[in-house]
């Protein structure tokens, strides 16, 4: 496995996320979390970046318990992993070569021909190496998510998480990202974890797929057995449907009750 | 309402206290400049460039306002050979640090606090920290230190410049004899007492206000509402810090008890 989530507790606050979530990732291929918003998707992606830390339990992230590291040790496992953020994040001061040359700076001492080369190759597979020179300002939503995939596999990670890479994107981007992120996977052998409320597009690419729902797995499986499920709570975010088990309304008190309050 | 007074009291004191905590913190991440100093150069002329033209304008009018009060003032005494003298220490003793510092909170401050925490509500200092950067050494420091080093250097040209207006005034428009301008000024400003204490007193400025500006944009609340508030507590802090500094550093320097 390369992570496994045992008998985690979190919460913000007082309000609970999480309570014993037990979760394995396996090795190699993609693993997609759905669910819908406030389920906890994002919040598991920052467990096993170490961005927070479970109140019980531990993540083990490549054999490594996170919540053993010290910061220098937290770091020192981060330069195996990749991240793209759901708004990208890129370094607004510095132009896409820059930013995806950001980490191999940082990281190594390796020479300005050298990275100019791994810089180039990292914006090929993502198609915009002609685009090296332009600001992240200058870019499109769908090419600045792309910079930022290519960013985030400049360091050939082990791990790549992807926070809803489909997002804010037109149909011809998300199929872009989509591609990259399944080719990108395989041709560098990594493991990727994709969090996402886009059901087709996760179901399209996944190898194995968890549905999330209030901080608990509900189904999880195949893509074709995910979809085969007949949990209602499963099948109202599958299917999109707006009432069922998440109900439409915020809990409130009697409408009518409510409204001639007062009248008589 | 003492509930209310006692909660923002508390709130005050731990907001203070992280404040010193990230202080420390970035002491401890200055080794990085040593490794690169490229980081600071393009900090020192990022803060310092884009303050100068507001101090070298602010300087020349603050010091031909001088000249003008300055000689209406002393004219009536039969005193206006010592308006030099009058120009030169309230420039080098007061002015000159204060008013440098509280355009440069203005300025230079709240545009590093919008920065940084835009920064953060942008998810760029998360992006850094995912990618083993520590943030704290690669985006703050550099920018502390630069503010720190910029703001003596802003305040001798504010007060240069205020100097020169204070002759254009005093001398080239209202007929005080330029020599006695000069003369009264190199006789009454002493070196070590009056302008290396303002070179002090515009380090600490410049010391807290940045300290305070990059304290206020790394803790922002990472959405919009958070930043602008941000802004507005690093430039009312930091200019509330400088004006109640000067009077405790005035009051140590300047005593004659």
């Not at chain 2, 006692?6 to 991440?29: D, E, P, Q, Y």
Request: with cysteine.
């Amino acid at each position: 496995m390369l992570v496994a989530l045992n008998s985690v507790d979190f919460s913000y606050a007082d309000t609970p996320v999480y309570e014993s979530l037990d979760l394995k990732i396996p090795r190699g291929g993609i693993t997609v979390i759905m669910g819908p918003s406030g389920c906890g998707k994002s919040t598991l992606l920052s467990l096993i970046g170490g961005r927070l830390q479970p109140r019980c339990g531990n993540v083990v992230v490549d054999d490594v318990e996170i919540q053993s590291l010290d910061k220098r040790g937290l770091y020192h496992l981060r330069r195996r992993m990749g991240m793209l953020f759901q708004f990208n994040a890129l370094l607004s001061e510095l132009s896409v070569f820059e930013n995806v040359a950001f980490p191999i700076r940082e990281h190594t001492d390796l020479s300005a021909e050298l990275i100019e080369h791994l810089v180039k190759i990292k914006l090929e597979m993502v198609g915009l190496r002609g685009a090296s020179q332009l600001m992240p300002s200058e870019l499109s939503g769908g090419m600045a998510r792309r910079v930022a995939l290519a960013r985030a596999i400049a360091l050939d990670p082990v791990l790549v998480m992807y926070d809803e890479p489909f997002t804010g994107l037109d149909p011809i981007s998300k199929g872009v990202i989509v591609q990259l992120i399944r080719e990108l996977n395989d041709a560098l052998g990594m493991s990727s974890i994709v969090v996402t409320q886009d059901v087709a597009e996760g179901l399209s690419i996944a190898d194995y797929v968890f549905v999330f729902a209030a901080g608990e797995v509900i189904v999880e499986g195949t893509p074709e057995a995910v979809n085969a499920t007949l949990r209602p709570d499963a099948r109202q975010f599958l299917d999109g449907l707006p009432d069922g088990p998440v109900a439409y309304h915020y809990p409130a008190s009697d409408y009518q009750v409510d409204l001639f309050q007062g009248e008589s | 309402m003492v509930r209310g007074l006692g909660r923002a009291g508390i709130a005050a004191i731990h907001h203070t206290g992280r404040g010193g905590m990230f202080l420390a913190s970035l002491v401890g991440g200055m080794g990085m400049m040593v490794r690169r100093p490229r980081l600071l150069v393009q900090q020192i002329h990022a803060v310092g460039v884009m303050t100068l033209p507001i101090i070298l304008v602010a300087g020349l009018f603050v010091g031909m306002m001088l000249g003008l009060q300055g000689f209406n003032t002393l004219v009536g005494f039969g005193a206006e050979s010592s308006l030099g003298l009058a120009v030169g220490l309230f420039l080098t003793r007061e002015l000159g640090p204060v008013l440098t510092a509280l355009l440069f909170a203005g300025r230079a401050g709240s545009a590093l606090t919008a920065e940084i925490g835009l920064m953060r509500a942008t998810q760029q200092l998360d992006a850094m920290e995912m990618m083993a950067v520590d943030p704290l050494p690669r985006v703050v420091v550099p920018r502390f230190l630069a503010g720190v080093i910029v703001m003596p250097l802003l305040a001798a040209l504010f007060s240069v410049v205020g100097l020169f207006g204070g002759y254009l005034v005093g001398a080239v428009l209202l007929g005080v004899d330029g020599g006695t301008f000069w003369s009264s000024m190199h006789e009454g400003v002493d070196v070590v007492h009056d302008v290396l204490a303002g070179v002090f007193k515009s380090f600490v400025f410049g010391f807290v206000v940045t300290w305070v500006a990059v304290f206020e944009g790394y803790s922002a609340t990472p959405t919009t509402d958070g930043v602008s508030r941000a802004t507005t507590r690093a430039v009312v802090t930091g200019s509330l810090a400088v004006l109640g500094l000067d009077y405790v550093l005035t009051a140590i320097m300047f005593s004659e008890v």
